[in-house]
């Protein structure tokens, strides 16, 4: 029953999700009916407590990054440097080869430790206007942002910055650079696989005559650019290099300004304690945010006319589109919680571990625990706190090194979190103005792909022995 109760919280929320409902509102419908069902006396304490605690915990660190993330984006698009980029784009690669360039820029972003969330608003303007003249459906930017940010990148490629190759570390004794070959090996296999799948689509929505649709009747349309000439494709590319640059700059430079903690006194009167920050727990968002700063500020420079001209009502629309994205994002991160501490997910933990192949074994737990929870930094971190000691020591016995561990668990993790009611999905697809129905397809298709890479992987290591 207990198993029943979790699956059917899960269940319901993807419904609603993929049927268009609010996620802010039915996450915690979900998450407190679960409660309600395994023990009523919990669900006033699990709101309070856990629910919301979790979800503010991610507001208070995350939605500085939605709302810089939007704005930047919304400046690229006023300054008409997204236009820009599209022309050259078009010039060098074709109009055919739309999807490749934006999976590519995605690519180039997330690699670069730019976080996923950002990376969806600032490349929307860019994916809208190129899609747009090369009269590819709308519907299919999402998928193509997916693959370009969601995959090879975030966990897959050795050394990416991205929390879900970071998290392993600690647990495998590793570094981010671990299992090199078969990262890459992985990496490749989701870039190929998942562009043939792409163009497949384009061709066939060519083929029926569907073109990029009537931007009067779609939603969250960038505007068009009315600042007269367009600007020279590599100034208007400098603004997401210095992004890129700055996070790394700001990840180095912060723990060596601060240190290992900072404190402060927040009282000019009385002898309130001193507020002390543990800087490595924040030391990436901070570096994030400063980045973003960065490419704010470098676009209005460089196109002070165009931005100042429409940044009022501009920035309102953006943050309004952060407001939403991040709450839907933070409400899935208190389901997760509540859903991690309800008898039922030690059942579900608990037959995992059942399956006897050490590395499918933890593929299979990862990416199942990151699919319960939306989240897959969350499901891993779940995941491998609970067993990575099994992990380890099947792993010992079988002979298979830290790093193969490191690798899968990794990938694995970016497999089929991607669920309807995972944050980043229900972030995508809110960024972009379209509905699961329209696009969902698309993500979960690529979503298969990722979890494929994983057993690739896996055949991989068995039949070569290459790490």
């Given at each position: 029953?207990?198993?029943?109760?979790?699956?059917?919280?899960?269940?319901?929320?993807?419904?609603?999700?993929y049927r268009g409902y609010s996620v802010i509102l039915f996450a915690p419908v979900a998450a407190l009916g679960a409660v309600?069902?395994?023990?009523?006396?919990?669900?006033?304490?699990?709101?309070?407590?856990?629910?919301?605690?979790?979800?503010?915990?991610?507001?208070?660190?995350?939605?500085?990054?939605?709302?810089?993330?939007?704005?930047?984006?919304?400046?690229?698009?006023?300054?008409?440097?997204?236009?820009?980029?599209?022309?050259?784009?078009?010039?060098?690669?074709?109009?055919?080869?739309?999807?490749?360039?934006?999976?590519?820029?995605?690519?180039?972003?997330?690699?670069?430790?730019?976080?996923?969330?950002?990376?969806?608003?600032?490349?929307?303007?860019?994916?809208?206007?190129?899609?747009?003249?090369?009269?590819?459906?709308?519907?299919?930017?999402?998928?193509?942002?997916?693959?370009?940010?969601?995959?090879?990148?975030?966990?897959?490629?050795?050394?990416?910055?991205?929390?879900?190759?970071?998290?392993?570390?600690?647990?495998?004794?590793?570094?981010?650079?671990?299992?090199?070959?078969?990262?890459?090996?992985?990496?490749?296999?989701?870039?190929?696989?998942?562009?043939?799948?792409?163009?497949?689509?384009?061709?066939?929505?060519?083929?029926?005559g569907e073109g990029y649709g009537d931007p009067a009747k779609l939603l969250n349309e960038p505007a068009e650019f009315t600042?007269?000439?367009?600007?020279?494709?590599?100034?208007?590319?400098?603004?997401?290099?210095?992004?890129?640059?700055?996070?790394?700059?700001?990840?180095?430079?912060?723990?060596?300004?601060?240190?290992?903690?900072?404190?402060?006194?927040?009282?000019?009167?009385?002898?309130?304690?001193?507020?002390?920050?543990?800087?490595?727990?924040?030391?990436?968002?901070?570096?994030?945010?400063?980045?973003?700063?960065?490419?704010?500020?470098?676009?209005?420079?460089?196109?002070?006319?165009?931005?100042?001209?429409?940044?009022?009502?501009?920035?309102?629309?953006?943050?309004?589109?952060?407001?939403?994205?991040?709450?839907?994002?933070?409400?899935?991160?208190?389901?997760?919680?509540?859903?991690?501490?309800?008898?039922?997910?030690?059942?579900?933990?608990?037959?995992?571990?059942?399956?006897?192949?050490?590395?499918?074994?933890?593929?299979?737990?990862?990416?199942?625990?990151?699919?319960?929870?939306?989240?897959?930094?969350?499901?891993?971190?779940?995941?491998?706190?609970?067993?990575?000691?099994?992990?380890?020591?099947?792993?010992?016995?079988?002979?298979?090194?830290?790093?193969?561990?490191?690798?899968?668990?990794?990938?694995?993790?970016?497999?089929?979190?991607?669920?309807?009611?995972?944050?980043?999905?229900?972030?995508?697809?809110?960024?972009?103005?379209?509905?699961?129905?329209?696009?969902?397809?698309?993500?979960?298709?690529?979503?298969?792909i990722k979890t494929l890479a994983v057993m690739v992987i896996i055949g991989v290591f068995y039949s070569t022995g290459i790490?």
């Amino acid at each position: 029953m207990d198993f029943l109760i979790v699956l059917g919280a899960l269940a319901f929320l993807m419904f609603v999700a993929y049927r268009g409902y609010s996620v802010i509102l039915f996450a915690p419908v979900a998450a407190l009916g679960a409660v309600l069902l395994s023990d009523p006396s919990l669900v006033a304490p699990m709101f309070t407590g856990l629910f919301m605690d979790k979800m503010v915990g991610f507001l208070k660190l995350y939605f500085p990054v939605f709302l810089l993330g939007a704005i930047f984006g919304k400046v690229i698009e006023l300054s008409g440097f997204s236009k820009a980029i599209v022309a050259a784009t078009i010039k060098l690669f074709g109009a055919s080869r739309a999807m490749l360039s934006i999976v590519m820029v995605c690519a180039l972003l997330t690699y670069g430790g730019v976080s996923l969330f950002v990376v969806v608003f600032a490349v929307y303007p860019f994916a809208a206007e190129l899609f747009r003249q090369s009269d590819i459906p709308k519907r299919l930017i999402p998928g193509t942002i997916a693959l370009g940010a969601f995959t090879f990148t975030m966990d897959a490629l050795p050394g990416t910055p991205q929390i879900q190759n970071i998290i392993p570390t600690p647990f495998f004794g590793t570094d981010t650079w671990a299992a090199p070959w078969l990262g890459t090996i992985g990496g490749v296999f989701i870039l190929i696989v998942g562009m043939s799948y792409l163009e497949w689509r384009r061709r066939v929505a060519l083929k029926a005559g569907e073109g990029y649709g009537d931007p009067a009747k779609l939603l969250n349309e960038p505007a068009e650019f009315t600042g007269g000439k367009l600007a020279n494709p590599m100034l208007a590319i400098l603004p997401l290099i210095l992004v890129g640059v700055s996070n790394k700059l700001f990840t180095n430079w912060i723990p060596r300004y601060y240190g290992e903690s900072h404190s402060f006194d927040p009282a000019v009167i009385g002898t309130n304690a001193p507020v002390v920050q543990q800087i490595s727990s924040v030391v990436a968002i901070w570096a994030v945010e400063g980045a973003l700063l960065v490419g704010i500020l470098s676009v209005i420079a460089f196109a002070w006319k165009p931005v100042i001209t429409s940044f009022a009502v501009g920035t309102k629309d953006a943050i309004s589109g952060a407001l939403l994205a991040a709450m839907n994002t933070a409400s899935e991160y208190g389901f997760g919680a509540v859903i991690a501490a309800l008898p039922g997910f030690l059942i579900v933990a608990n037959a995992l571990g059942a399956i006897p192949n050490p590395l499918v074994n933890e593929a299979i737990t990862v990416t199942a625990l990151a699919g319960i929870t939306g989240s897959a930094s969350g499901g891993m971190s779940i995941a491998l706190a609970a067993m990575s000691e099994t992990f380890i020591a099947n792993a010992n016995a079988a002979g298979i090194p830290m790093e193969v561990l490191h690798r899968v668990a990794s990938m694995a993790s970016g497999g089929m979190d991607t669920l309807p009611h995972n944050g980043a999905v229900i972030t995508l697809l809110a960024v972009t103005g379209l509905t699961h129905r329209q696009a969902y397809k698309d993500i979960f298709a690529i979503t298969i792909i990722k979890t494929l890479a994983v057993m690739v992987i896996i055949g991989v290591f068995y039949s070569t022995g290459i790490v």
